[in-house]
């Protein structure tokens, strides 16, 4: 069994990336908040790069999500269906959904917009209605990445 240490959204999806075996984990970019505050040219043209002319998601990767002990999903903002030419005032916005206690190593995750989609969902690493240290995955059929999350 693989022990995964639990960071923000960005970092464990880049942990897993290599572990997973039965599933995809999408090409994916990530930044602090800090980052984007000194250069956000320099991090948009490294998106440009990296991800060409792809629509994008633009993702919440707060400290305050996703942890071992909570989950937070949803609290903060992310955006679908992004065009290069909005990647500016999106993830402006995704950070302003941090609030006033926003730290600077909060991270945004850029990741490109699936196609073809036939199955999405997310895993648990215990139940998300009782507390108890079992595996549980949701998951939808279908086109539709947005039905469980």
């Keep these: 069994m693989v022990n995964i240490k639990f960071s923000s959204k960005a970092k464990t999806l880049l942990a897993i990336k290599e572990i997973v075996k039965s599933a ?3 090409k994916l970019f990530f930044f ?11 991090i948009i043209r490294k ?3 990296k991800f060409k002319k792809d ?3 633009v993702r919440s ?11 937070n999903a949803g609290k903060f903002l992310s955006l679908l269906n992004v065009k290069i030419e909005n990647l500016e005032i ?3 916005r995704v950070i302003e959904s941090y609030g006033e206690d926003k730290n600077l190593l909060d991270e945004i995750l850029i990741q490109p917009m699936l196609k073809n989609i036939i199955r999405s969902g997310v895993a648990f690493s ?3 209605n009782t507390c108890s240290p079992y595996r549980v995955i949701n998951w939808s059929e279908g ?3 947005t039905k469980v999350t």
């Design 55 to 57: 629509i994008l998601a």
């Design 47 to 49: 998106i440009k790069e």
């Design 143 to 145: 086109k539709s990445s």
């Design 61 to 71: 990767s707060s400290r305050n999500e996703d942890q071992s002990i909570y989950s």
């Design 32 to 42: 602090t908040v800090e980052d984007w505050f000194k250069d956000k040219s320099k």
């Design 126 to 128: 215990h139940d998300p």
């Design 24 to 26: 995809k984990v999408p």
């Design 90 to 92: 999106s993830i402006d």
